[in-house]
Nanobody, 120 residues
Framework: VQLQASGGGLVQAGDSLRLSCAAS??????MNWFRQAPGREREFVAG????????LYSDSVKGRFTISKDDAKKTVYLQMNSLKFEDTAVYFC????????????????WGQGTLVTVSS
């Protein structure tokens, strides 16, 4: 099982960016996005239940970010709009095989990070 995150880059405040996390192997029960800014702990950003599509967002991104999925591609996306300087971080995707876990620190698999830098 592998998770491949991509889509990070350097943008200006107010811009949009879409991250992707492609999963190989079996279908997951849930997938999440986390982020870690320099000098800070990793924090939950958004999560989605794979089968029913229910979502959960952190308060800091609610209304600006949207998590979605493509079942055929086994890929989860994070559409980030109205980016702020404080959104600068390395973004990670995480997935669970059998249990649905939205948020929390424990997940079955983690992908490598993709760096998002927002200039002010």
């Amino acid at each position: 099982v592998q998770l491949q995150a991509s889509g990070g880059g350097l943008v200006q405040a107010g811009d949009s960016l879409r991250l992707s996390c492609a999963a190989s192997g079996r279908t997951f029960s849930s997938m999440n996005w986390f982020r870690q800014a320099p000098g800070r702990e990793r924090e939950f950003v958004a999560g989605i239940r794979w089968r029913v599509g229910g979502t959960l967002y952190s308060d800091s991104v609610k209304g600006r970010f949207t998590i979605s999925k493509d079942d055929a591609k086994k890929t989860v996306y994070l559409q980030m709009n109205s980016l702020k300087f404080e959104d600068t971080a390395v973004y990670f995707c995480a997935a669970d095989l059998d249990r649905v876990r939205l948020g929390g620190a424990t997940h079955d698999y983690w992908g490598q990070g993709t760096l998002v830098t927002v200039s002010s």
